[in-house]
């Protein structure tokens, strides 16, 4: 039983940090350096760099891949079952969540734009009614998706100087929050649909936007950040650190943005169960409206959220270990794994197509050099 555990635990600490030792012979490992020549080093030694350059099931790869779940329906007495449950989905669910959804945008429309552009004078309760009608349409939202979502903790409050950082799956991460208390989010700008809801209906929150490929962006929203969190009657202020969609299995590198305001801190921790569907949005290869459909025509999105208790600078402490300490408090409550990466380099990275191809040339190496012993 104890082996049987410890080599249960080294294949999981392989999936992140491979054990070198594990891989090698008995042999290997007690042969003296007089045997290893130096052509049998140079000899390999373009094998290696191959290897090096062919992986790609790496632990940074790993946080933005969609996990699809194990099939489960391929037989004889679950297929009937399960073409049934597609139908229901589809036919039934679906436009029925539809209506919902269109109905809630109409009876939104018919009071956010008198409210918007009537009470001007009266910023307050302008303010007041729109923070309502906001929550009230992220509320439909979820109802569209048949949300299933348990909040643990005290409601977030409207208080100065604090700011609320949570890991991030997808956008509806946002919507999920937003139906509870009407936060002021820093978001990327996006197009379409998304960017009208942006510049027309969250502005009215206070909400900051910006663009990862404009270097000036990054002042004027550390700018504004620090304006926002010193007012007493802003939304409390909503950032997710890691700056891109994580598939909620890790956390990657926090931003020291959200650390070095000089305020409390307040983690919020987000974890889907992928029961019925996987909430992570991987917007690589998939549009907002296509991750929305999905959601729609599934039974449910199943979470839970935990609003954890405020954090603090400490003294001696810089915003990059306040921001790593923050993090290990947010992978602790949702059971979340650390890796070492930054997140923007999601964005930078190779085409599959060349990985893909990286790794066959390697692959076609290693057979010649085992024909070649063999012969």
């Known amino acids: 039983m104890a082996a ?8 999981e600490i392989d999936l992140d940090r491979p054990n070198i030792e594990e891989y090698l012979t008995t042999d290997s ?23 090096a350059g062919a992986i790609i099931d790496d632990s940074f790869t790993r946080c933005f891949k969609s996990n699809s779940p194990e099939p489960w329906n391929w037989n004889v007495y679950l297929f009937p079952l399960w073409c049934l449950g597609v139908l229901i989905r589809y036919l039934v669910l679906f436009p029925a969540r539809v209506v919902v959804l269109a109905a809630g945008w109409i009876v939104f429309f018919m009071a956010f734009i008198p409210v918007h552009s009537l009470l001007r004078g009266k910023d307050k309760l302008r303010r007041n009614i729109e923070r309502k009608l906001v929550e009230m349409m992220c509320g439909v939202f979820v109802a569209s998706w048949t949300g299933v979502v348990k909040y643990h903790g005290p409601r977030p409050s409207m208080r ?22 009407a936060f002021a989010v820093i ?21 900051i936007w910006f663009n990862r490929t404009e270097v000036k962006d990054r002042e004027i929203v550390a700018k504004k950040l620090r304006e926002h969190v010193q007012g007493a009657d802003n939304n409390p202020l909503l950032i997710f650190p890691e700056g891109t969609c994580v598939n909620n299995h890790y956390t990657v590198m926090f931003k020291k943005g959200a650390f070095e305001l000089d305020c409390a801190v307040c983690p919020i921790a987000i974890k889907y169960n992928k029961i019925f569907v996987d909430a992570f949005w991987n917007s690589k290869k998939q549009s907002f409206t296509m991750h929305l459909l999905r959601l729609m025509t599934s039974w449910a999105v199943v979470c839970d959220v935990w609003y954890l208790e405020p954090q603090y600078l400490k003294p001696g402490e810089t915003p ?8 290990d408090i947010i992978s602790v409550r949702a059971g979340l794994k650390k890796v070492p990466w930054d997140g923007y380099l999601k964005y930078f990275r190779p085409s599959p197509k060349h990985t893909e191809r990286k790794q066959q040339i390697f692959a076609e190496s290693v057979l010649r050099r085992l024909e070649e012993k063999s012969k």
């Open 4 to 11: 049987g555990q410890l080599r249960s635990s080294s294949s």
């Open 187 to 207: 978001m990327q700008k996006h197009p379409g649909w998304v960017g009208f809801i942006q510049t027309h209906i969250l502005e009215s929150l206070g909400c």
């Open 29 to 51: 490992i007690h042969q003296t350096p007089e045997k290893l020549l130096l052509r049998d080093l140079l000899d390999i030694s373009p094998t290696l760099t191959e290897a």
């Open 320 to 327: 990059i270990e306040f921001a790593e300490r923050v993090r």
């Open 160 to 181: 100065p100087r604090q700011v609320f950082v949570a890991n991030h799956t997808s956008m509806i991460d946002f919507i999920i929050l937003e139906q509870i208390t």
